[in-house]
Each structure stands twice: as C-alpha cells, then as structure tokens.
C-alpha cells in the first residue's frame, strides 16, 4: 500500500482527498468547494498525487488513423475527431488511452476545465502530477457492465477505456432496453435485472491506495506536462556546493597557469637550442626566429651546401660499413671540403673514393691518429 500518495478524486463539484497521516491512519476527507485555496492549505505535501477525474468531464472516442505511420500530434488528433464530437475538437486536450494496430482510444477534456482545475489547486500548495479517469478503478470484463453507485449517481465503465456517469433514471431506462446486458455491480440496481453479478463492496480510495490499475494513462502531457519537482536544500548545503566549485574553478585555473608555463618554459627553451644551432651553421645570420623554415634555403645559399654534401657522403658510405666518419669540415675561403673518417678496412676506403668521384675529389691523407684517414676535396661547383 502506498501511504505516501494523495489521492484527489473530483466529480461535478466535491473534492474527495484520500491519504494517511504520519501514524499511518487513513484518512478521508471531503470538500464542496475547493475553488477557495485556503480550503486546501493543510492537505500534505507530498510529491505523489493522483487526481481523477470524473467521466463527465470527458469524450471518449475510437478512431482510425488514416495510414500505419500517422504522425500523432495535438493537431492531428483534432483532425481525427472533429467529426466526432459536439464542440470544437481542437479547443480538447487530446490522451491516446491505448492503441491496437491502427485504432486508437482517446479521451477528450476541454484544455480550459483542465487548465482551470490544476492551477486552483497549484494555489491550495498542491502539485498534480499523475491525471486520469476514475474509471479505471472499476474492474473490466469483457461484454459487461461494470456498476458503481456514488450518492445519486451511477459510475459505469462499459469498455476497457469508456466510461459515464448516469443518474438513477437513466440507468433504470438502459438497463430495461438492454435485458441480456451481462452487467457486475457493487451496488444493489435500481430495477430488477437477471444477468447481474454483485462485487462485494469496496472503497475505492482505498483500492487505489493499494494497487493503481494503470500507471500508462496520464493526462498531463504536451502543454499540462509537470516538470520533476526541485529539491530544496539546505543554507548549509549551497554553501558547501558553492565552496567546492570556486575550489575546483580555482585548482582548475592554478592548472592551467602551470601548464601555459610549463610550455612557455619548453617553448624558450627550444628557441635558445634553435638560435645556437643556426648560429654553429650560420654564425653571420642573426636571424631570431623561424629557423626551421629558413633553414634548408639558407643551407643552400651557403657554400658548401652542407646538408645536400653529408647526404651524398652518406649515400656513398652506406656500401662501405666499415669506414665511420669521425669529422667534417670545410674551408669557405679555400673551397676545400675536408672529411676525417675511421678506417678498418683499406679496400673499401679505395672503393669508397672510386664511388664518389662523381660528387667528389678526395685525396687521401697521412693522419697523426692511427686508424684515421683525412680526405680532401675541393667542392665541384
């Protein structure tokens, strides 16, 4: 049993409120006049409220949709029922009930009987955020009828999603016009009727409280949808959550300051390391910035062109693995290129002079180390 849940049941002009107390007590209340918000103001608050509606406030109509696919809209279900009622359909807020295939089950209330109802309670304190029929309190049989007497008047549910509300004449006429109408009441008819099964009576409020026959059908959609309740916190708690986010913002900042100055550090440091290396190349070039991108034209604007030099050099020597270039070096007044490489086997040493005479000129020289040969080339132009 749900005892947290407040239990609104409204027909013609009386209110019922049905929920429990802090004890668990049920407790049943009754009101004439609600359009008055005072009226309502010691109700409980809770977040579970469940408002049914009596059946005279609706249409209940059974339409087919024009095609499998049919968008379904506000409008379109105006569309489908205008030939179905009485009074504008597009001035009904529109709930499809169930569908099956292609046929739908709707139920129909004016948009401003609605809007009207909620917002006099919203006043009284009181949210609404589950809507539907009472109907549906009524158990449902195939072929039958199913009674409930309530004051003067008679709740019937004579389809799975259909429902009216009848006074004691008509349902005395109905039933006399319909005499093989198999029909279950939990209330003793007004005229005599053979095929008739007697329910044992039952509140039902109560039955509601204990299990709700549908939880799918809610009228507050589209424009009457209710937006999840906000919590309230605490003075206490906005000052905490408050306090951790400048904390996280803050430690956020402090991050990224250390990291623009990790990389401002790094990004110096590669500038000093780029300077030095273009000076070693181009001591006469002061440039400050952009070495990279200036530096394969520079190189070639300088004699030797050394990067094109030591690429054919090392070409040259990838056939002879056991020469090792140990320096290099040219003279710019000269002309002359000057190559000191290890040698550990003459023969390719010989080979490797031969292999290179396109590109180069070298002549062999004593060395003072052992183990050192000097080549001496002057540059082909």
């Known amino acids: 049993m749900k005892t947290d849940m407040l239990i609104l049941r409204l027909s013609a002009d009386t209110l019922e409120c049905s929920y429990h107390d802090v004890t668990g007590s049920p407790i049943m209340r009754q ?24 059946a005279e406030y609706f249409y209940f109509r059974e339409v087919t949709l024009p095609v499998e696919d049919y968008s379904l809209t506000p409008q379109t279900l105006s569309w489908l029922t ?9 001035e009904l807020h529109w709930t499809i009930l169930d569908r099956e295939g292609d046929r739908l089950q709707l139920a129909g209330i004016r948009k401003t009987v609605l809007a009207d109802i909620l917002q006099t309670l919203q006043f009284a304190g009181v949210i609404v955020r589950h809507a539907m029929p009472e109907g549906y309190g009524l158990p449902y049989h195939a072929e039958s009828w199913t009674l409930l007497q309530q ?25 006399m016009r319909n005499p093989a109408q198999k029909i279950l009441s939990f209330n003793p008819l007004p005229v005599n009727h053979e095929p008739t099964e007697y329910l044992p009576v039952q509140d039902m409020m109560t ?9 799918e059908v809610n009228l507050l959609h589209g424009s009457f949808h209710v937006h999840p309740a906000v919590m309230n916190v605490k003075p206490v708690l906005k000052k905490i959550a408050c306090s951790a986010l400048i904390l996280a913002l803050f430690t956020w900042v402090c991050a990224k300051g250390l990291l623009f100055w990790q990389l401002s550090q790094q990004n110096a440091e590669l500038s000093a390391r780029g300077k030095a290396l273009w000076s070693s ?9 952009n070495y ?5 034209s520079a190189a ?4 030797p062109d050394v990067m094109s030099r030591l690429s054919l050099i090392s070409r040259h020597l990838q056939a002879s693995p056991m020469l090792k270039i140990r320096q290099f070096a040219y003279d710019k007044d000269k002309r002359t290129l000057t190559l000191t490489l290890k040698v550990e086997d003459a023969g390719q040493l010989v ?7 396109e590109d180069f000129n070298f002549t062999p020289s004593p060395s003072e180390t052992a183990g050192l040969t000097v080549l001496t080339s002057r540059s082909k132009p």
């Open 300 to 303: 070639g604007q300088t004699w």
């Open 151 to 175: 004051e003067e008047r008679w709740l019937m549910r004579y389809a799975e999603h259909k429902f009216s509300v009848l006074n004691t004449a008509l349902l005395e006429h109905l039933l």
């Open 351 to 357: 080979q490797f002079i031969q292999r290179s005479r």
């Open 82 to 90: 205008e030939d179905a009622v009485a009074e504008n359909s597009e």
């Open 281 to 289: 190349y181009f001591p006469t070039d002061k440039r400050n910035g």
């Open 31 to 54: 009101f004439t006049d609600f359009t008055e918000p005072e009226i309502l103001c010691d109700l409980p608050a809770t977040d579970s409220t469940l408002l049914l509606l009596s």
């Open 292 to 296: 990279k991108f200036f530096f394969e």
């Open 207 to 215: 039955c509601w409280h204990q299990q709700m026959p549908t939880a």
